[in-house]
């Protein structure tokens, strides 16, 4: 038998040809050069606009850190973390109570939370303030007992007006945490014998942060601007005091600007602190958790530097 024998034929041991590689050709998006183009315009435009007014900008950088400002900037910080304080614990209060089978307590913690939401927190603020007209003296029994000008100082004024209206988000915030927890996990650990306040502690509560803690800051944010409101009782925070100094000064306007861009200094610190925590929180529920702003920012600059459609 005679086998015929392809003499083109290659070596036994030389792998086949691959696929050709794809040549990807990005999809141009002309929709969205149209939009940056145009929100560049409107850009130029705004600022054309403010340049066009008659704003001494050198008194911004001339008072950004003066002792005043920076004391008002202490005092705004200071109120904010008490009262998010007073809002946090008294919620935490409210929802156990909202929860309760007990309807004496779930109907206090209910209309506590309808009045306070249903006011607005300027009027809390204000009434708080003036209470002064109605009651001469504080009288607490053998506790305490003083004239109530004495007693209801601005910062105590602030944090009720604050702290209490606080409570009242707060509560509805930590009873849809509370909810978001199956219930089973509830009988569970009472069939193992832990009373209910170790359940809510230590079963509870840790897996409702995972849904309190994105919208608590949120409320801290809206906390810090809302403490601005405080001006209208003499408190002098940030903004009261940027007013003073706009009057004493003759730069109301630039001084306004000033406080804007501490409050936006503020709150991107406050953000950034709460996506670490929102991502401290966040260890369990998913499979990898989302990146930090620092890795972001490194994955594209790594990613600046690869061939479009192509492998580094």
């Given at each position: 038998?005679?086998?015929?024998?392809?003499?083109?034929?290659?070596?036994?041991?030389?792998?086949?040809?691959?696929?050709?590689?794809?040549?990807?050709?990005?999809?141009?998006?002309?929709?969205?050069?149209?939009?940056?183009?145009?929100?560049?315009?409107?850009?130029?435009?705004?600022?054309?606009?403010?340049?066009?007014?008659?704003?001494?900008?050198?008194?911004?950088?001339?008072y950004?850190?003066?002792?005043?400002?920076?004391?008002?900037v202490?005092?705004?910080?200071?109120?904010?973390?008490?009262?998010?304080?007073?809002?946090?614990?008294?919620?935490?209060?409210?929802?156990?109570?909202?929860?309760?089978?007990?309807?004496?307590?779930?109907?206090?913690?209910?209309?506590?939370?309808?009045?306070?939401?249903?006011?607005?927190?300027?009027?809390?603020?204000?009434?708080?303030?003036?209470?002064?007209?109605?009651?001469?003296?504080?009288?607490?029994?053998?506790?305490?007992?003083?004239?109530?000008?004495?007693?209801?100082?601005?910062?105590?004024?602030?944090?009720?007006?604050?702290?209490?209206?606080?409570?009242?988000?707060?509560?509805?915030?930590?009873?849809?945490?509370?909810?978001?927890?199956?219930?089973?996990?509830?009988e569970?650990?009472?069939?193992?014998?832990?009373?209910?306040?170790?359940?809510?502690?230590?079963?509870?509560?840790p897996?409702?942060?995972?849904?309190?803690?994105?919208?608590?800051?949120?409320?801290?944010?809206n906390?810090?601007?809302?403490?601005?409101?405080?001006?209208?009782?003499?408190?002098?925070?940030?903004?009261?005091?940027?007013?003073?100094?706009?009057?004493?000064?003759?730069?109301?306007a630039?001084?306004?600007?000033?406080?804007?861009?501490?409050?936006?200094?503020?709150?991107?610190?406050?953000?950034?602190?709460?996506?670490?925590?929102?991502?401290?929180?966040?260890?369990?529920?998913?499979?990898?958790?989302?990146?930090?702003?620092?890795?972001?920012?490194?994955?594209?600059m790594?990613?600046?530097?690869?061939?479009?459609?192509?492998?580094?």
């Amino acid at each position: 038998m005679t086998v015929d024998i392809d003499k083109t034929a290659g070596p036994e041991d030389t792998p086949p040809a691959g696929p050709e590689a794809i040549k990807a050709i990005p999809v141009r998006h002309y929709g969205r050069y149209v939009s940056a183009v145009i929100a560049i315009a409107l850009l130029v435009s705004v600022i054309y606009a403010f340049s066009q007014g008659k704003i001494n900008w050198g008194a911004i950088p001339d008072y950004f850190f003066d002792d005043r400002i920076i004391n008002g900037v202490l005092k705004t910080l200071l109120l904010t973390v008490l009262s998010m304080l007073i809002g946090v614990v008294g919620g935490v209060l409210l929802a156990v109570m909202r929860l309760s089978k007990n309807p004496v307590t779930s109907s206090i913690a209910w209309f506590y939370i309808w009045f306070f939401r249903g006011t607005p927190v300027l009027v809390q603020l204000v009434v708080w303030f003036n209470l002064g007209l109605v009651f001469t003296y504080i009288n607490l029994g053998p506790i305490y007992k003083d004239y109530w000008s004495s007693f209801m100082t601005p910062l105590l004024t602030a944090l009720l007006g604050l702290g209490l209206n606080e409570a009242a988000y707060m509560a509805e915030i930590c009873r849809a945490g509370l909810l978001s927890v199956d219930e089973g996990q509830t009988e569970a650990s009472h069939a193992l014998g832990m009373s209910h306040s170790k359940t809510l502690r230590r079963i509870v509560i840790p897996q409702a942060m995972r849904v309190i803690v994105p919208p608590t800051g949120n409320e801290v944010i809206n906390m810090l601007k809302t403490t601005s409101l405080v001006a209208v009782i003499q408190y002098s925070e940030l903004f009261r005091v940027a007013q003073d100094i706009g009057q004493t000064s003759g730069a109301p306007a630039e001084m306004l600007f000033l406080a804007a861009a501490w409050y936006l200094l503020l709150t991107s610190v406050f953000s950034v602190g709460q996506y670490y925590l929102e991502r401290y929180y966040a260890r369990g529920s998913s499979r990898t958790l989302p990146a930090t702003p620092f890795q972001k920012i490194k994955a594209n600059m790594l990613s600046l530097g690869r061939p479009r459609g192509g492998n580094a």
